[in-house]
């Protein structure tokens, strides 16, 4: 089946783990990592994300981009093709750079659904433009992706069953369309919305999807994270790696590597290089025996409004300007983040050095359990808290804290709950008995419904229209696995 009727998201999820888990040395970027006389970088991340609605001219799925084409008289969807052209600039502004001397870098995360659109809407300018950032021998050292989830789900409101089925759908897509050598160069995780769960049992489950699908390390919120004592994060964490723990109500306990994305979520951070102008005024840092240097990391839309339209492409060049040639021995540069990790693993950083910090609000929890944890006590623990403590949330945080992903959207919620138990239910046990049913159009099928019913605008938007895509979609793939146990029975 063309990739344009149908994504790449399944049918090869062996030789997917196996690959994404091979000897880290043979991901590493083969740069020179030379950063002796380095005082501070600085690492930019953007974010793209269009989502896939049920709202072709006959119900078809369709790219939210192309139904902005289709429709330019509502909203801001007259910003259509330069949306599309933000898609694909840095393949202009990269090698323009590289040819005059420079050592530009950047991190990218496209959500499975954008990049699935743009081959549905046969936009060759673009893919042809994400594959010379990503496949050029000369360009890609420069370009770091960050994998996610395929279609944009928020962690906390997604079934923790699902993780495993966002993540290697993304890796399934991202190979499909850029090579195994491509995926290999992953190593770093990009949480839509920056949502990372604080529920344990919910957020020791992610860290193990991530660990099991290969991942290094995530970039989180500042304010989505705490000391395990519960303090906020002290300056001197803020700009250097920090271990994530979750603590599962077993007592089981698991970490990943995480860099710190400090502020707010203003995409102006981002646009007008605030990074680079940060990382100007911090040192080096003293971290057990080595001394570091620091590290400032921002992630942001890439396509919304006028800052990262028009601003970035020319804050973004003269950034480097300042900076100067590669031959320059400048104090502060741009490192990407597995970059930055890869200099200090070969410097002989040891990862126990680093502050070890947790969700948020966790702290509430521990204190409340004494001896041993177990699942009785946790249990208890939560509904002592829920009793005492009206501000305690097991909702995550995320950098949009002024919505909700849950409250008022159990007609979002409950589909989702109802069509991943349908799916598990219809396919966990015949896929163990026969992995190569996750070949089948049946299986792709419904597994295509249930992720993009766990994409987060369908409530970012609010009740209406948004809401009744996610029933269209929910109906749809209960009408799939209802037609597959039909036809097994």
Known sequence: ??????????????????????????????????????????????????????????????????????HTSEGDNHNAEPFAQCYKRLAEIIPSLIKDGYDPKIMLDYSGNLLWGIEQMGREDILSSLKLLTCDETVHPHVEWLGTFWSHAVASSTPPSDFKLQITAWQHHFSALFGEDALLRVNGFSLPEMHLPNHPDVLFQLIKALKECGYRWVMVQEHSVQNIDGSSLRDDQKYIPNMLKAQASNGDTISILSLIKTQGSDTKLVGQMQPYYEALGLCKQHLGQHIIPKLVSQIADGENGGVMMNEFP????????RIGP????????????????????????????????????????????????????????????????????????????DLSWEDGYNNVLEPISKLSSYFHETFDHLVAQNPSLTKTHSYQKALLYLLLLETSCFRYWGQGKWTDYAKTIFEKGEEVLRNIEISSN
């Open 314 to 321: 020319q804050a973004f060049i003269q950034a480097y300007k």
């Open 326 to 401: 590669k031959t320059n021995i400048s104090p502060t540069i741009a490192m990407n983040g597995s970059e930055y990790l890869n200099f200090l693993e070969t410097s002989n950083v040891d990862e126990d050095t680093y502050p070890v910090i947790q969700a948020i609000d966790q702290h509430k929890i521990w204190g409340k359990i004494s001896g041993p944890i177990t699942p009785t006590k946790f249990k208890k623990a939560i509904e002592v808290l829920k009793e005492e403590d009206q501000s305690f949330s097991l909702s995550g945080a995320s950098w949009t804290n």
């Open 1 to 70: 089946m063309k990739n344009k009727d149908f994504p790449s998201i399944c049918g090869f999820e062996f030789a997917i783990n196996e690959l994404v888990n091979k000897e880290r040395n043979s991901r590493q970027f083969k740069e020179n990592l030379n950063f002796e006389n380095v005082n501070s970088g600085f690492a930019c991340a953007l974010h793209m994300h269009q989502p896939t609605i049920p709202a072709g001219k006959n119900g078809e799925l369709i790219s939210h981009l192309q139904y902005m084409f289709e």
